[in-house]
């Protein structure tokens, strides 16, 4: 048994966004209350963890929700573009009428002709790419220790199905990764041993919300919400 370290994904928490639209990597989209009191829980749930490395997406969601555990551990979050939201040609549009969406903007059914890419959006290998990219390097920055990375759910999700070698087609509502939850990654030295999920803040997560009904990779999602 080698050295062990722990790279945990936290996912932001929730979002206000009246409009229901699928914001994407767009500014200014920041927690809702609710969201703030997520991230609150997260840092008191495991903010007496051995955390000495962190890092977070530039979106501001992100940002907000690795304020109150980078404050209990005292660390400055490196801000970094490689675990941002993925892209997404649906940015900007209402999915809350679910399939009709699609007869309101015809436009947008070009863009599904392959969901194993998804051809609506960022590549996974791509993401999974530059997430994994990321993770090793916070690794390297916690060794012996834990570190927490803040992402968006497309990303984690991704990443996850890559280190279980599990096939990248999937239905949204059917990820592992709810609000503010932790997706653990266990390394023995540089070696990925084992993935561990959490929810931290699961007793505030709306009942409705507990599942995506979209996401930026399975079609869109509100944040994804």
């Given amino acids: 048994m080698g050295v062990e370290t722990i790279v945990h994904l936290l996912r932001h928490g929730e979002v206000h966004n009246p409009q229901g639209i699928l914001y994407g990597r767009r500014d200014g989209f920041h927690l809702s209350e609710l969201g703030h009191r997520m991230a609150q829980r997260v840092a008191d749930e495991v903010g007496d963890r051995d955390i ?19 404050r209990a551990r005292d660390l400055a979050p490196v801000v970094d573009p490689r675990v941002i939201e993925s892209a997404n040609k649906f940015e900007g549009i209402n999915f809350g009428g679910g399939a009709k969406t699609f007869l309101k903007h015809p436009q947008l059914l070009r863009h599904m002709y392959d969901p194993r890419k998804p051809s609506w959006g960022e590549p996974y290998d791509e993401i999974v790419g530059r997430m994994v990219a990321a993770i090793h390097d916070a690794r390297d920055a916690a060794v012996g220790h834990e570190a927490v990375v803040v992402s968006h759910q497309l990303p984690i999700w991704t990443t996850r199905l890559f280190l279980e070698k599990r096939s990248y087609l999937h239905h949204p509502k059917r990820r592992q990764c709810t609000l503010c939850s932790l997706t653990s990654i266990v390394f023995d030295d540089d070696r990925m041993v084992q993935v561990r999920y959490s929810e931290p803040a699961g007793d505030l997560i709306p009942v409705g919300d507990r599942s995506a009904p979209f996401s930026s990779g399975g079609a869109a999602e509100q944040d994804h919400p």
């Fill in 52 to 70: 000495v490395h962190m890092r977070t997406s530039p979106l501001e969601r992100a940002q907000e929700t690795a304020a109150p555990l980078a």
